[in-house]
């Protein structure tokens, strides 16, 4: 019987291809954090000859880490990020900024770049999103599942967010792979933008909602739905539970009652 199973359980890893590691990927996006902000680098560097040479280095480890698994196609992929490195910096920069303005008890940028969990997720996040746009996706997801780990973010490298983006505290905030947030949006601890349905069937289908520019969302909010709009400038209160567009400009609250004998509900106030 035992021999049996120890045989089924060789075929399956006969049968499957290489898969990567996800120790050497969080350790390549660590170290290439810490290249591009120096707050997060744990090695000091005595020249720029040695810099560059660490920095070539996470070329050659990010082809071998592509190599290393059967269902990715590396080709080119490796110059690509590469050379969009640049751009990826400055929208960094830009979230740097967004969160700091956006936290009176950040008292610098080079504590938010080292210490906030939110922006250590955004990090991977617009790393992911660019190697997920080439076409490769098992390490964009391990990028974003291995933030998701150390931060409690969960922002699929899919979604599309747009600059200025900031996370304040984070933990528990889920963000969907159809996910359109725009510029100047502000999450809170606690948020879901998610679908309104796992159906398996609406894979391909817009799942998750449009959040426009200039937004703010309070902790734990749910906002649901591919076709559920929040309009610019709006605020969405904590807890709210919103599975239908409001217009821009709106303030949305949910409004908490202690229910009675008489069964009075909770009820949801919205001001546009």
């Known amino acids: ?19 990567l590691s996800p120790e050497v990927v969080a350790k390549w996006l660590n170290e290439l954090l810490g290249v591009l902000y120096p707050e997060r680098s744990t090695v000091k560097f005595d020249n720029e000859a040695d810099f560059t040479q660490h920095y070539e280095s996470l070329k050659v480890i990010l082809d071998d880490i592509l190599c290393s698994c059967s269902e990715e196609k590396p080709e080119g992929i490796v110059t690509a990020f590469f050379q969009q490195l640049p751009s990826i910096k400055a929208a960094l920069d830009l979230d740097l900024e967004a969160t700091f303005l956006g936290d009176p008890a950040a008292k610098t940028k080079q504590v938010v770049a080292r210490s906030y969990p939110g922006f250590y997720a955004i990090s991977a996040y617009r790393i992911a999103h660019a190697l997920d746009k080439m076409g490769t996706h098992l390490v964009p997801r391990a990028l974003t599942e291995y933030a998701h780990t150390q931060t ?18 984070g933990t528990g905030i889920v963000v969907g792979e159809t996910t359109v947030i725009g510029r100047h949006v502000k999450l809170y601890q606690g948020v879901t933008l998610g679908a309104l349905s796992v159906d398996k069937k609406d894979a391909t289908s817009k799942r998750h909602p449009t959040i426009e520019d200039e ?18 400038g709006s ?28 069964g009075k509900t909770d009820r949801i106030t919205i001001k546009s």
């Open 215 to 232: 937004v703010v969302i309070y902790a734990g909010a749910t906002i649901l739905g591919g076709t559920t709009t929040v309009g610019k």
């Open 152 to 169: 409690g973010i969960d922002i699929h490298p899919s979604a599309a967010i747009g600059e200025y983006f900031c996370i304040d505290h």
């Open 1 to 19: 019987m035992e021999s049996s199973f120890i045989h089924k359980l060789f075929e399956q890893h006969q049968k499957t291809g290489k898969c």
């Open 235 to 262: 605020v969405i209160g904590g807890n709210v539970w919103l599975t239908r567009s409001v217009p821009a400009g709106s303030k949305v609250y949910y409004s908490a009652s202690m229910s009675d004998e008489s």
